[in-house]
Every structure is written in C-alpha cells, then in structure tokens.
C-alpha cells in the first residue's frame, strides 16, 4: 500500500468513525444534473385534499401543478401568498409523503419562519431579515445543491421559496459590479444565480423530479421588483397571480383566474375535464374579479358558505317536489319549492310534479352544472333529491 493509498485509508476509517459513509460504487455512476435530459411535466401534483382548502382546489383547476413544474405565484403585499404556500405544502405533504419537501425562505420575518416550521411536515430551511445578504445566497445555493443530488437519485423534490424577488435582491449586494446597471438599480449579474436556481426546475426523462413553486413580489413601490418580476416572468411554465384587490374585499384566496394559467395543461389533465374548464375560462368575460368572487362564493365550504344551522333550517316542511325548467333551453330537474304552479309534467318515475319555470342568467351560468345549475347557491337541490329520494335525469350516471 502507497502512501496515498494509506491516506485515503486512514480518512475513511476515521470518517466512517464519526458516523459519515462513502457513497456505494453504483452512486457514483450516477448522471450529473445538467445531463440529464428535460421534459414538461406530465404527471399532475394534486394539492386538494378536504373540501373546506378551496385554494388548493382553484389551483388544481386553473393552474395545475405538475411534477417538474416551474412556477411563479406573482403577489402584492398582504395578497395572502404565505397562507397559500402553506396549504401548497400540506397538501403535497399528505397526498405524497414520499416527496421530498423543501421550504426555502429567504429575507422572511422570523415569526413566519416559526409559524411554517410548526404547520409544515416538510423541511423549513430560512434566512431571515436580520442575516447578510451572503447567508441567503449560501443557503440558497446549498438547498439547490441538495435537490440535485436527490434528482439525481431518481427521487422527486419540491422547492417553495419565498421569494425569488428577496434572493435577486440579495446577489445584486454580493456580486462584483459588471459596470452596468439596469433600472431600479439592479446589475444584470444579479440574475445570473437566481436564473439557474429557478431554472433547475424540470421533470427528467431517465427518472425523477424537481418542482420549484417561487413567489415574486409585485406592486411594492419598489421599481427594482418590478424588473426583477419582469425578467423573470417568461421563464417559468405555470404562473398563479394574487389580487390585492380580492385581499381588501377579504375573499381568500385572493387568486386572479384571468392572469392564472399553466404552459401544456393538456399533459397533465384528462381531455374531459380540460374541456370543462375551457368552458369555465369562456364564461370569464367582463369583470375578472367579480367572476373570481362568485367562484370562491359558491365552491363548497368557500367564504360565502352558509352555516350548517342556515342549511338544515332551508329544509322547510311546507318544500314539495317540483321540476325547474329552463325556458330558453328546456333543460329540467327534479328538487323542491315552495311554490305551486298549475302546469304539470310527467316525470321518469311515473308521477306527475308541477312545473316551475326559470331563466338562467348570464351572471349564473357559469358557475352551475348538471343537477345544480339553478340552486346550488342556496344548496337545497342535492339535500332535497336526497330527502325525497329524487333522481335528476339530466345528472351524470
């Protein structure tokens, strides 16, 4: 045995000693990072998990999230986007717990950083405000490292980070002058590292994962987030966009639909259920915010839900069963009413129930499908064909 041979021998012994193993001989045949070979993504990440997270379930819908996913949430102040970051991350955490989950916050109130730590299963890594601008960049650096290696073993990784604006921010300090300064203040070698954190991101081909969902802080009176949103908004495939003006009408969350949407979500989506949400987006027309608000209104449990003692209390002795029909389309169901009408009609099971008819409305059409497209905001139909043991002919089998 040379010399070097002892050496090498000596520092396994005594690193192995201290609890730190060499990699197996087949790790280290394993491809670099940036060899491997970059596809969209085609499985879809699926965030709902109860009914009362409407958030999760929103983003499923108009901005889906796929394994490999590079995303932006584009965000004013106070727009909610922590809350949705932690319910991005519970809902990760408990449809997938064999995904490997990385919170990165970067120039964050420390409170936040308990307040994650605490409400999240994933690992919470963080630089907080009050640190140098060199600690958000190493720690930055060092979670990328991480997730690399991980892609690299074939694993699935996911990486929050708040915000992609802060690190930009922080390797604009660091970084040596170029001797250029773009507008806001901002030198053009700040993005450099920032650019490749975010472009790791991507679904790989030989196996593996890495998804990285980043906010980007907007209208902030500050011009130099804005050319960092700017340079940074093409780069993604996904984008979620909150609106300061839904915060300050308390409708959470506070996502814009309009400005929301996913590069290639017919790969992550089944053709029937991409059709149904075009048809949703076609509705959208006028006011984006309003259509927002009267989503989240009527989604089930959403902040317009009536109270479980309003709902049992809509379930009125003096209800019978009648059939709606619509008087445009002729489209009809069985529910219940208090009204009476002299017109009857004959319905599937033999018996004859009389006839209420209604007009569907531009500002409802929308929102209502099959069985409940006229009163699902007051919730009775389901509760009444339940009650009545009523069946609607027009509802799916």
Sequence with gaps: MNKKELSLAVIRAQAEKQGFFFMEEEAKERPHFPALTP?????????????????????????PVGFGQRGLIVAPPKAGKTSVLKEIANGITENYPDVELILL??????????????????????????????????????????????????????????????????????????????????????????????????NIEEGGSLTILATALVDTGSRMDDVIYEEFKGTGNMELHLSRDLAERRIFPAIDIKKSGTRKEELLMSSEKLEEIWKLRKHMVGDSLEYTEQLVKFLPNGSGQRSEKTMKQDIHPEYHPVVFMDSTTGFKFLSGSTKHSEETVEWEDGNTYP???????????????????????????????????????????
Excluded: C, W
């Design 39 to 63: 596809l969209y993504p085609e499985k879809q990440i699926n965030l709902e998990t109860t009914p009362g997270r409407v958030s999760t379930r929103m983003i499923d819908i108009f901005s």
């Design 105 to 202: 916050l970067i120039d964050e109130r420390p409170e936040e950083v308990t307040d994650l730590e605490r409400s999240v299963k994933g690992d919470v890594v963080s630089s907080t405000f009050d640190q140098q601008p060199q600690n958000h960049t190493r720690v930055s650096e060092l979670v990328l490292e991480r997730a690399m290696r991980l892609v690299e073993d074939k694993r699935d990784v996911v990486i929050l980070m708040d915000s992609i604006t802060r690190l930009a921010r922080a390797y604009n300090l660091v970084v040596p002058p170029s001797g250029r300064t773009l507008s806001g203040g901002i030198d053009p070698a700040a993005f450099y590292k920032p650019k490749r954190f975010f472009g790791a991101a991507r």
């Design 355 to 397: 006839v209420i008819r209604v007009e569907v409305t531009s500002d409802s059409h929308p929102f209502y499908t099959g069985r409940q497209k006229f009163t699902q905001a007051d919730g009775r139909v389901d509760r009444f064909n339940k009650k009545y043991g009523l069946k609607d002919e027009n509802a799916a089998e």
